[in-house]
């Protein structure tokens, strides 16, 4: 079974910083895509950033761009999304999931998910 575990959450303020990690078993990663997606209460899941496994091509939610950054090291079967510049408005779970399309952007695309980790951004 697919088991994607997510880490490195917190609280930080404005202009802070954090590295979110998503480690994988079960052969997660033999997909195509990895993304992080995050859920601010009241609102939808929403695409953040995602990275191909293979090419390591990324793509980015426009907020985002020079901001936050994904990545991957094979070697430890795990996803980073590098958080810089953070702001109040990206405080939300952000959640790690893997799936088959690249590039993909809607989270119904996605196969597998994490449990999530809470990011809080003070003001």
């Known amino acids: 079974q697919v088991h994607l575990v997510e880490s490195g959450g917190g609280l930080v303020q404005a202009g802070g910083s954090l590295r979110l990690s998503c480690a994988a078993s079960?052969?997660?990663?033999?997909?195509?895509?990895v993304g992080w997606f995050h859920q601010a209460p009241g609102d939808e899941r929403e695409f953040v950033a995602a990275?191909?496994?293979?090419?390591?091509?990324?793509v980015y939610v426009d907020s985002v761009k020079g901001r936050f950054t994904i990545s991957r090291d094979s070697a430890k079967s795990t996803v980073y999304l590098q958080m810089n510049s953070l702001k109040p408005e990206d405080t939300a779970i952000y959640y790690c999931?893997?799936?088959?399309?690249?590039?993909?952007?809607?989270?119904?695309?996605?196969?597998?998910w994490g449990q999530g980790t809470q990011v809080t951004v003070s003001s």
């Open positions: 999931a893997a799936g088959v399309q690249w590039p993909s952007y809607l989270a119904y695309e996605y196969h597998y």
């Open positions: 079960g052969r997660a990663f033999s997909s195509h895509a």
């Open positions: 990275i191909s496994w293979n090419s390591e091509d990324t």
